[in-house]
T-cell receptor, first 113, second 116 residues
Framework: NAGVTQTPKFQVLKTGQSMTLQCAQD?????MSWYRQDPGMGLRLIHY???????DQGEVPNGYNVSRSTTEDFPLRLLSAAPSQTSVYFC????????????FGNGTRLTVT | AQTVTQSQPEMSVQEAETVTLSCTYD???????LFWYKQPPSRQMILVIR??????QNATENRFSVNFQKAAKSFSLKISDSQLGDAAMYFC?????????????FGKGTLLTVNP
């Protein structure tokens, strides 16, 4: 099993550019989410999904867009990159809501100049 | 809103010794879940241990154990017989069983150094 796969691992963008971070899981997990990790801040939830066709906002959703057309994929779109979006992004999934631990991808380090 | 506090930004331990990382949380819920995640320099987030709040017994996983004090809202992680591979950032995380179950709330992390 590949688990949770994120691409790319590293990305540099210029201010105003757009891009999509890809996330795919092969565990048939209903729940998928995106977190960002900033120094001294821990991880914060951007968006999440509890199933195909269902998405909702987390704590820090501004500037990001998501969709969930299939169970496996949950891409994160940056509409117009800003330096404040420089961060490490993690995709995470679990079989369902509840007390199950999250399975994390290996992260994408994004730098916006 | 739930908050998670890790009061030790950095800790160090000698190889083979024991270290305890602190975590406190604030919640009005009675049923919830607590986790410790390890993040080595590779950036990967690895689950270390999980505790269900309704269980009195402290969770253990090999050299890792927790001291869960529900009344005090404390969830410390003890690492016994520390190894060089334990060096990492450790995050405490909370997930409630109610309306906010969709998210994990993380502390800011404790950077653990293991000295040979």
């Amino acid at each position: 099993n590949a688990g949770v796969t994120q691409t790319p691992k590293f990305q540099v963008l210029k201010t105003g550019q757009s891009m999509t971070l890809q996330c795919a899981q092969d565990m048939n997990h209903e729940y998928m989410s995106w977190y960002r990790q900033d120094p001294g801040m821990g991880l914060r939830l951007i968006h999440y999904s509890v199933g195909a066709g269902i998405t909702d906002q987390g704590e820090v959703p501004n500037g990001y867009n998501v969709s969930r057309s299939t169970t496996e994929d949950f891409p994160l779109r940056l509409l117009s990159a800003a330096p404040s979006q420089t961060s490490v992004y993690f995709c995470a999934s679990s079989y369902r809501l509840g007390g199950l631990p999250l399975h994390f991808g290996n992260g994408t380090r994004l730098t916006v100049t | 809103a739930q908050t998670v506090t890790q009061s030790q930004p950095e800790m160090s331990v000698q190889e083979a010794e024991t270290v305890t990382l602190s975590c406190t949380y604030d919640t009005s819920e009675s049923d919830y879940y607590l986790f410790w995640y390890k993040q080595p320099p590779s950036r990967q987030m690895i689950l270390v241990i999980r505790q269900e709040a309704y269980k009195q017994q402290n969770a253990t996983e090999n050299r890792f154990s927790v001291n869960f004090q529900k009344a005090a809202k404390s969830f410390s992680l003890k690492i016994s017989d520390s190894q060089l591979g334990d060096a990492a950032m450790y995050f405490c995380a909370y997930r409630d069983s109610g309306g906010s179950n969709y998210k994990l709330t993380f502390g800011k992390g404790t950077l653990l150094t293991v000295n040979p």
